[in-house]
C-alpha cells in the first residue's frame, strides 16, 4: 500500500493549488481518504475527507470550507484537493492518508500516509 501526495509548492495569498494523492496497492473504491496538514511549529490537523465510493461524502474543517474542495477519481486511484483562496495560515505540509475505521476525524482511525507535500502561501 503506498500513497503519494503531490502538487505543493509557493503560490501567492489569494492563489490555487490542486494537491494529488495517487493509491498504489490496494482498490481506492473501497477506502475513504483523508488530508491533513502541519504547520511549521503545530500539530498536524484534520483538513478533510472524502468517503469511499459507496457515497463520496465529503467533509471540510471549518478552516477550510468553503475554499477546499476534496474529490476522487477512481479510474485514476488518484484523490485531489482543490485549494482555493490561500492564505497565509494555509502554509503547511499537507497529508493523505488511507482510513481504517471511523468517522475519519482523527489521524488515529487512519493506517497509511502519504509522504506529505509542501504548500507554501507567501508574496
Known amino acids: 500500500v503506498q500513497l503519494q501526495a503531490s502538487g505543493g509548492g509557493l503560490v501567492q495569498p489569494g492563489g490555487s493549488l490542486r494537491l494529488s494523492c495517487a493509491a498504489s496497492?490496494?482498490?481506492?473504491?473501497?477506502?475513504?481518504i483523508g488530508w491533513f496538514r502541519q504547520a511549521p511549529g503545530k500539530e498536524r490537523e484534520w483538513v478533510s475527507c472524502i468517503s469511499s465510493s459507496d457515497s463520496s461524502s465529503t467533509y471540510y474543517a471549518d478552516s477550510v470550507k468553503g475554499r477546499f474542495t476534496i474529490s476522487r477519481d477512481n479510474a485514476k486511484s488518484t484523490v485531489y484537493l482543490q485549494m482555493n483562496s490561500l492564505n497565509a495560515e494555509d502554509t503547511a505540509v499537507y497529508y493523505c492518508a488511507r482510513l481504517a475505521y471511523g468517522l475519519g476525524f482523527r489521524e488515529s482511525e487512519y493506517d497509511y500516509w502519504g509522504q506529505g507535500t509542501l504548500v507554501t502561501v507567501s508574496s
Open positions: 496497492g490496494f482498490f481506492l473504491d473501497y477506502y475513504a
